[in-house]
């Protein structure tokens, strides 16, 4: 005995749904509140890039690089480091974790010289 194979069935072919702006339809609110909230996101990023651009790129090296701005604030609070006809010889020490640790400025300072350290870790 042979079955019958049921009848296939096809689905009626459905028109895509359009929207016309202005309307009242709830699908187009979640569509443009999706479109909203993605416009918003994406000018928030680029404002908020812009905005650390703009402070890296502006001289706020306390964002940076908070080590130099330490290092800088202390050799400008030393005038005598900065005078134009001091007398004295003037030596900036640059360098890494070693020029900081094995520098001793202070025993190096005399009459004749200024010694400031300007060695930082982790820079070699």
């Known amino acids: 005995m042979k079955l019958a194979t049921p009848p296939r069935v096809i689905a009626p072919r459905r028109e895509p749904v359009r929207i016309a702006l202005g309307t009242n339809d709830p699908r187009h609110r979640i569509d443009l509140r999706g479109r909203v909230a993605l416009l918003t996101g994406v ?20 964002v940076s690089d908070p080590i130099y701005a330490e290092k800088l604030a202390a050799i400008r609070s030393h005038p005598e480091f900065f005078a134009a006809h001091s007398g004295r010889h003037r030596l900036l020490a640059i360098g890494s974790s070693r020029t900081q640790l094995c520098l001793n ?16 870790a982790g820079c070699g």
């Not at 990023?45 to 706020?60: E, P, W, Y």
């Not at 010289?113 to 060695?119: K, L, P």
């Open 43 to 62: 000018v928030a990023f680029v404002v908020l890039q812009l905005g650390i651009h703009t402070a890296l790129q502006s001289g706020a090296s306390t």
């Open 105 to 120: 400025a202070e025993r190096l300072t005399n009459d004749r010289r200024t010694v400031f350290n300007f060695g930082a």
